[in-house]
């Protein structure tokens, strides 16, 4: 099972924006000298005070040059606020940078607040996605091409780079609602999936779904899903507990506020039907106790508490890998991220591998 590490290069109260850049770069280099498989990079536009990953493609360069086995994805891509084929070349560049360590993971966000700022309607994300994503594989053909959709135009184009992989980095897609969980297996693309906006027996229907979906379209083996999570590894179960419980009351007060704040920008034709989801997942992240957080949202405990617990989440899920968020809430002191980060490499992951 693959396991990695979601960064969003949070930027702590009181501490610079060049101090939050190292301190993410020495995340990095830690994940890559502790062994972990991967490392996972947010999109996140116009807000100071949670993070400086506004240009994840930069940051994803920059890792690939000071890394030698570590692969560095992300996590994700928000395909609908970029040129598709300023995309294309940017993410073959990279392939071409890492050798190969480049995995494109691609989504359109739930929240639509990055949308309002650079004027785009939150609810032309979806067709945006689709045609941008067909765009962007049609340049790594490396052949000249044109199209003419609603959204983007293309006039006899030849892209290169074309990426390093053979066709193309592989793609991961963001799956948030259950419509999308049976249009991605019909495609037949892995999936990030999250709790945030649901439970662990709301997530298993969903991702049956995928699955039953992978199948009926005729692809080989069962999909691919990919489970994103907030992970904290304590020397004792005490410690796990304790430390990170400020950070992930303030985590899930955040994003019931987002649903809250997101609610009836979906799109015309299924604007009740979302607003009706993002109010209801916004009162239960609201309502949630810590007891609540640690049965159905997060991952904390000792090494041989998280070995069990990722055990139940791969039979229950049928997960192929987890993104760890070692830091969600962004108020752990770093010191404390690592050591966490230490435990999982050294102690969880080879009962997995």
């Given at each position: 099972?693959?396991?990695?590490?979601?960064?969003?290069?949070?930027?702590?109260?009181?501490?610079?924006?060049?101090?939050?850049?190292?301190?993410?770069?020495?995340?990095?280099?830690?994940?890559?000298?502790?062994?972990?498989?991967?490392?996972?990079?947010?999109?996140?536009?116009?807000?100071?005070?949670?993070?400086?990953?506004?240009?994840?493609?930069?940051?994803?360069?920059?890792?690939?040059?000071?890394?030698?086995?570590?692969?560095?994805?992300?996590?994700?891509?928000?395909?609908?606020?970029?040129?598709?084929?300023?995309?294309?070349?940017?993410?073959?560049?990279?392939?071409?940078?890492?050798?190969?360590?480049?995995?494109?993971?691609?989504?359109?966000?739930?929240?639509?607040?990055?949308?309002?700022?650079?004027?785009?309607?939150?609810?032309?994300?979806?067709?945006?996605?689709?045609?941008?994503?067909?765009?962007?594989?049609?340049?790594?053909?490396?052949?000249?091409?044109?199209?003419?959709?609603?959204?983007?135009?293309?006039?006899?184009?030849?892209?290169?780079?074309?990426?390093?992989?053979?066709?193309?980095?592989?793609?991961?897609?963001?799956?948030?609602?259950?419509?999308?969980?049976?249009?991605?297996?019909?495609?037949?693309?892995?999936?990030?999936?999250?709790?945030?906006?649901?439970?662990?027996?709301?997530?298993?229907?969903?991702?049956?779904?995928?699955?039953?979906?992978?199948?009926?379209?005729?692809?080989?083996?069962?999909?691919?899903?990919?489970?994103?999570?907030?992970?904290?590894?304590?020397?004792?179960?005490?410690?796990?507990?304790?430390?990170?419980?400020?950070?992930?009351?303030?985590?899930?007060?955040?994003?019931?506020?987002?649903?809250?704040?997101?609610?009836?920008?979906?799109?015309?034709?299924?604007?009740?039907?979302?607003?009706?989801?993002?109010?209801?997942?916004?009162?239960?992240?609201?309502?949630?106790?810590?007891?609540?957080?640690?049965?159905?949202?997060?991952?904390?405990?000792?090494?041989?508490?998280l070995v069990d617990r990722f055990t139940q989440?791969k039979e229950e899920l049928g997960l192929d890998?987890?993104v760890a968020e070692l830091n969600a809430g962004?108020?752990?002191?770093?010191?404390?991220?690592?050591?966490?980060?230490?435990?999982?490499?050294?102690?969880?992951?080879?009962?997995?591998?």
């Open positions: 099972m693959h396991f990695g590490a979601f960064m969003e290069f949070g930027n702590r109260a009181g501490v610079s924006e060049a101090q939050a850049f190292q301190e993410g770069f020495r995340m990095v280099d830690a994940a890559e000298e502790m062994g972990l498989d991967g490392v996972w990079l947010a999109e996140l536009h116009f807000n100071p005070a949670r993070s400086v990953l506004s240009s994840p493609i930069v940051i994803a360069s920059s890792i690939a040059t000071r890394t030698k086995r570590l692969r560095v994805g992300m996590a994700v891509y928000v395909l609908p606020l970029s040129n598709p084929l300023r995309i294309a070349e940017e993410v073959a560049t990279v392939d071409h940078i890492s050798e190969g360590r480049f995995e494109f993971g691609i989504g359109r966000s739930g929240f639509a607040r990055s949308y309002d700022v650079f004027s785009i309607p939150y609810d032309e994300s979806q067709d945006r996605f689709a045609e941008s994503l067909e765009i962007i594989l049609q340049a790594w053909e490396g052949k000249e091409f044109s199209y003419e959709g609603s959204y983007y135009t293309v006039d006899k184009a030849t892209v290169t780079p074309i990426p390093y992989q053979k066709p193309h980095p592989p793609l991961r897609i963001a799956a948030n609602s259950a419509d999308t969980f049976i249009r991605l297996g019909k495609a037949g693309h892995p999936i990030f999936v999250g709790l945030r906006g649901m439970d662990v027996p709301e997530l298993r229907r969903n991702v049956e779904q995928y699955r039953r979906s992978w199948r009926e379209a005729g692809h080989p083996g069962e999909g691919d899903v990919s489970l994103r999570i907030p992970v904290y590894a304590g020397e004792t179960h005490q410690q796990a507990m304790d430390e990170p419980f400020e950070s992930i009351s303030g985590y899930f007060g955040r994003m019931g506020s987002l649903y809250r704040e997101s609610a009836g920008k979906a799109g015309p034709d299924s604007i009740e039907r979302a607003t009706e989801l993002r109010e209801g997942r916004a009162d239960r992240l609201a309502a949630l106790s810590y007891d609540q957080m640690l049965e159905t949202k997060i991952a904390f405990g000792t090494a041989e508490g989440l890998g987890l962004g108020l752990i002191p770093e010191e404390r991220v690592l050591r966490s980060l230490r435990v999982i490499t050294d102690k969880v992951m080879p009962a997995f591998k």
